[in-house]
């Protein structure tokens, strides 16, 4: 079972980024995906959630409005894409699984876990 993050770099505030979350070794459609980001010396905060069948989507207050969570599970794939970009979006992303597909917000209800990906937005 893995999870791998794409799409990291170097963006400037008000710019845009698309994360991709590709699972391998198990069917994406059977779990729910979130994506949560981490800075440096902070805990691992939510991002966003979709259900298997990408029929509900959640999001952290401080991404509503700007990012957009979407998947294709012909590609066993799950998207965030990042708009309107901010210095305060700086973290580590990563994308996580969770097999009870219960949309929650909390990183102990994941079951498994991608390296991460960097993004960094300068001001």
């Known amino acids: 079972v893995q999870l791998v993050e794409s799409g990291g770099g170097v963006v400037q505030t008000g710019g845009s980024l698309r994360l991709s979350c590709t699972a391998s070794g198990f069917t994406a459609d059977e779990y729910a995906i979130g994506w949560f980001r981490q800075a440096p010396g902070k805990e691992r905060d939510f991002v966003a959630v979709?259900?298997?069948?990408?029929?509900?989507?959640y999001y952290g207050d401080s991404v509503k409005d700007r990012f957009t969570i979407s998947r294709d599970n012909a590609k066993n794939t799950v998207t965030l894409q990042m708009n309107s970009l901010k210095p305060e979006d700086t973290a580590v992303y990563y994308c996580?699984?969770?097999?009870?597909?219960?949309?929650?917000?909390?990183?102990?209800?994941?079951?498994?876990w991608g390296q991460g990906t960097q993004v960094t937005v300068s001001s």
């Open positions: 996580a699984a969770d097999r009870n597909r219960q949309l929650l917000r909390t990183t102990i209800a994941y079951d498994y």
């Open positions: 979709i259900s298997w069948s990408g029929g509900s989507t």
